[in-house]
Nanobody, 125 residues
């Protein structure tokens, strides 16, 4: 699966951005799509995931209630709507994909086999 993330940019605190991730695979049935982020000088961390088939989602506590992940099956796109952005949300955001058959913990970056290039989100305070 080839992934292409886009939509990052500079936004003021309290603002919104929507990230997009385009997937190239013909079908994504059985896959889970994750968003992870890495701030400067910090470890990569889990943000959210969505299972392609059932649409099951989960969020990191730090973004719960502010971020929403969704998918468009026809377009093979995954979106991350980010509202009420904070300066601590500044990071490079990456989308990832993996088949659920091979992933035991959807919150663990190392379990995903396919990654897109990151897109930088900068939140100014």
């Amino acid at each position: 699966v080839q992934l292409q993330a886009s939509g990052g940019g500079l936004v003021q605190a309290g603002g919104s951005l929507r990230l997009s991730c385009a997937a190239s695979r013909r079908t994504l049935i059985g896959y889970v799509m994750g968003w992870f982020r890495q701030a400067p000088g910090k470890e990569r961390e889990f943000v959210t995931f969505i299972t392609w088939s059932a649409g099951t989602t989960s969020y990191a506590d730090s973004v719960k209630g502010r971020f929403t992940v969704s998918r468009d099956s026809a377009k093979k796109m995954v979106y991350l709507q980010m509202n009420s952005l904070k300066s601590e949300d500044t990071a490079v955001y990456s989308c990832a994909a993996g088949h659920t058959r091979y992933i035991s913990n959807y919150r663990t970056a190392q379990e995903y086999s396919n990654w897109g290039q990151g897109t930088l989100v900068t939140v100014s305070s």
